[in-house]
Every structure is written in structure tokens, then in C-alpha cells.
T-cell receptor, first 114, second 113 residues
Framework: DAGVTQSPTHLIKTRGQQVTLRCSPK?????VSWYQQALGQGPQFIFQ???????QRGNFPDRFSGHQFPNYSSELNVNALLLGDSALYLC?????????????FGQGTRLTVV | GENVEQHPSTLSVQEGDSAVIKCTYS??????FPWYKQELGKRPQLIID?????GEKKDQRIAVTLNKTAKHFSLHITETQPEDSAVYFC????????????FGSGTKLNVKP
């Protein structure tokens, strides 16, 4: 089991551009959450996907959107990139239907906006 | 919403000493409190967690205590080793809320050999 995998690992984009990040959850996991981790800070919850729908959302603007596919993999899209969007983006997966068990994190995508 | 505060932001100890990291939370409905260790360039990994119906949990050199009344919880690492050096994050969540966590700002632990 490869665990949670994210791609790409690093990305450099220019202000105003759009970016898509990808996450494949751990086998057997169907709930995926995305987090933004700025340098020196704790991860901040962006949103959570289950059954291909956004179920919960944190305090992030509409420029942040996502998608979940039938195979439970997920994408995070960020439009109109700002310098402040530079961060490590993490996804976490866990299985629905169980009392809160360990959430597994991917290694993240390091996004740099220049 | 939930607000989790974590102290200290950096902690330096001598190998073999104990380390304590403290967190407070604001939402009394939170009932699941995991601790994650993140080494440089790596993913956060769960090291221990505690639910609100338990006051203390221990796993070898690591223990977590929870005071629901005061809304604070702490991580205790005994007999620290250089490989314990990392950033530690506390988090708060609700059972059945799966992988939605509110994280503290992190504590950088440095264990000097």
C-alpha cells in the first residue's frame, strides 16, 4: 500500500496563474481533506470531500476549489494565484463510517508563487 | 469555530531530559486530540491521540494528558533522543468528523546529544 500520494511534489507558478494539485488516498479510504501549511505554521483546513462532493469547508476564498473522482482521488484547484498562496499543500485521507481513526497525510506539494 | 493554541514554539532539551508541549482549545464540543510529528520535508505522522473520555494515555516514552474542564492537553516525551527532534503539532477534532482537524502552530523540538 503506497499510502497517500500527492503530485507534483514541487511547483512554481506565476501570480495570476491557476494550479491543480492531485491526491490519491490510502487504499480503503474514501474521505479526503486538503490543508494549506504556510512556512512555520500548522496546517489549515481548506475543505473535505466525500462521495464526490464538498462536505465541509474552512475559511478559504472561492479561488480554492476541488473535485473528487469515483476512485476517491481528489484535486485541489487554485485560481488567480497570489504570492500568499505559497505554501505546502497537504491532503489527508481516512475511511468514512468509522469512529475517528488515524488520518494519513501525503507528503505534500510545495507550491511557490512568484 | 475551534481555535487551538500551542506553546512553546521552540523547545531545546538535552538528550535524556523530558519535554512537555502544551495546547489549549476553545470548542468544548471537540473530543478527539491527536498529536502529529513532522520531520523536515516529510509528512505529518500521528504519534499519539486521546479522546475526551480519557484523561491520560501513554505509549512507551510518549504520554498525553487531557483536562476537559480547562480545555487543555499536553504531550510529554520522556528520555528524549536526538531522533525526537522534529516539529510537533497538536490538533483538535470531533469524533466522526474524520480528517478535519484544527491544528496548533507547532513546536520545534531540538534534542541536543
Amino acid at each position: 500500500d503506497a499510502g497517500v500520494t500527492q503530485s507534483p511534489t514541487h511547483l512554481i507558478k506565476t501570480r495570476g496563474q491557476q494550479v491543480t494539485l492531485r491526491c490519491s488516498p490510502k487504499s480503503g479510504h474514501d474521505t479526503v481533506s486538503w490543508y494549506q501549511q504556510a512556512l512555520g505554521q500548522g496546517p489549515q483546513f481548506i475543505f473535505q470531500y466525500y462521495e464526490e462532493e464538498e462536505r465541509q469547508r474552512g475559511n478559504f476564498p472561492d479561488r480554492f476549489s476541488g473535485h473528487q473522482f469515483p476512485n476517491y482521488s481528489s484535486e485541489l484547484n487554485v485560481n488567480a494565484l497570489l504570492l500568499g498562496d505559497s505554501a505546502l499543500y497537504l491532503c489527508a485521507s481516512s475511511p468514512e463510517g468509522r469512529v475517528n481513526t488515524e488520518a494519513f497525510f501525503g507528503q505534500g506539494t510545495r507550491l511557490t508563487v512568484v | 469555530g475551534e481555535n487551538v493554541e500551542q506553546h512553546p514554539s521552540t523547545l531545546s532539551v538535552q538528550e535524556g531530559d523530558s519535554a512537555v508541549i502544551k495546547c489549549t482549545y476553545s470548542d468544548s464540543a471537540s473530543n478527539y486530540f491527536p498529536w502529529y510529528k513532522q520531520e523536515l520535508g516529510k509528512r505529518p505522522q500521528l504519534i499519539i491521540d486521546i479522546r475526551s473520555n480519557v484523561g491520560e494515555k501513554k505509549d512507551q516514552r510518549i504520554a498525553v494528558t487531557l483536562n476537559k474542564t480547562a480545555k487543555h492537553f499536553s504531550l510529554h516525551i520522556t528520555e528524549t533522543q536526538p531522533e525526537d527532534s522534529a516539529v510537533y503539532f497538536c490538533a483538535a477534532s470531533k469524533l466522526y468528523n474524520f480528517n478535519k482537524f484544527y491544528f496548533g502552530s507547532g513546536t520545534k523540538l531540538n534534542v541536543k546529544p
